[in-house]
């Protein structure tokens, strides 16, 4: 099945303690990206890449990393997290805009 | 800034009914738009799409609307069923950027 996989669903951490969400994807897309939702903002982009080693910053990157060492593998980087990074944060793929994005099903992030 | 709006936080509509949200879009450089609906604990699903040169694009009882010169798109959903209870999302791109612009969506609830 074609799918967009992030781990993990559910994360209560604290303040300064780095953590890593996981994206995969299995449909061999060039384009990745993260964005994260919260209330009465929508989605907003945290970081994109276009392809292998090819990644830029969104629209709110601050406080996040990235990598894209091969194809499939998009992990968000939270290095030291903070209360205003608690949000809702999905994974997307795409072999082209006018196909649209297949989102993973999302990870709800707490940091207290 | 926000350069993709949906001003109706909330809509309600009786079953068998038509269905209309709205987005509008602040930046003239977009030129493909694209709808995403979202249920809870779930990512958000690419329903349907339109591109510039076209004022209207249809899929089965979904149909979207483009108002160029008011900036403006809307989705019609026809007849509506209790399944489109969903958060709706508009979205906007320009050619030569893979990025969405996420509007801040629409929870649409389709009464029995």
């Known amino acids: 099945e074609a799918q967009v996989t992030q781990n993990p669903r559910y994360l209560i951490t604290v303040t300064g303690k780095k953590l890593t969400v996981t994206c995969s994807q299995n449909m061999n897309h060039e384009y990745m990206s993260w964005y994260r939702q919260d209330p009465g903002l929508g989605l907003r982009q945290i970081y994109y890449s276009m392809n292998v080693e090819v990644t830029d910053k969104g629209d709110v990157p601050e406080g996040y990393k990235v990598s894209r060492k091969e194809k499939r593998n998009f992990p968000l980087i939270l290095e030291s997290p903070s209360p205003n990074q608690t949000s809702l944060y999905f994974c997307?793929?795409?072999?082209?805009?006018?196909?649209?994005?297949?989102f993973g099903s999302g990870t709800r992030l707490t940091v207290v | 800034d926000q350069q993709v709006k949906q001003n109706s936080p909330s809509l309600s509509v009786q079953e068998g009914r038509i269905s209309i949200l709205n987005c509008d879009y602040t930046n003239s450089m977009f030129d493909y738009f694209l709808w995403y609906k979202k249920y809870p604990a779930e990512g958000p699903t690419f329903l349907i799409s339109i591109s510039s040169i076209k004022d209207k694009n249809e899929d089965g009882r979904f149909t979207v609307f483009l108002n160029k010169s008011a900036k403006h798109l809307s989705l019609h959903i026809v007849p509506s069923q209790p399944g489109d209870s969903a958060v709706y999302f508009c979205a906007a791109r320009r050619s030569g950027n893979e990025k969405l612009t996420f509007g801040t969506g629409t929870r649409l609830t389709i009464i029995p």
């Open positions: 997307a793929s795409s072999k082209g805009l006018a196909y649209g994005y297949t």
